[in-house]
């Protein structure tokens, strides 16, 4: 997998609906994959925080600004040259 890959299903990540199988390609690349690390990271404190023992259901303003969110932390770890 590679990094522009992982972008494109962080959503699916976020809201845990990506496919298991995939979620292990995921998994696999943020291991050896230390920007991608660091954002995804990111997004589990953040998840962590929200749901503080709630049951796992975001509610829609705050995915799309976690979504906005992640988007702009990974391009801040991957530069467009
Ligand atoms: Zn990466």
């Given amino acids: ?3 522009e890959e992982l972008l494109k299903i962080l959503n699916e990540y976020v809201d845990g609906t990506v ?3 995939i979620c292990e390609d995921f998994e696999k690349h943020t291991a050896g994959c230390n920007p991608c690390q660091v954002v995804v990271d990111n997004i589990r404190k953040t998840i962590t925080l929200y749901r503080n023992g709630q049951p796992y259901e975001l509610p829609i303003p705050f995915r799309t600004k976690l979504h906005a969110l992640l ?3 990974w391009r801040e ?3 467009v040259k």
């Fill in 1 to 3: 997998m590679k990094c």
């Fill in 71 to 73: 988007r702009e932390r």
């Fill in 77 to 79: 770890k991957h530069p």
């Fill in 19 to 21: 496919d298991p199988a």
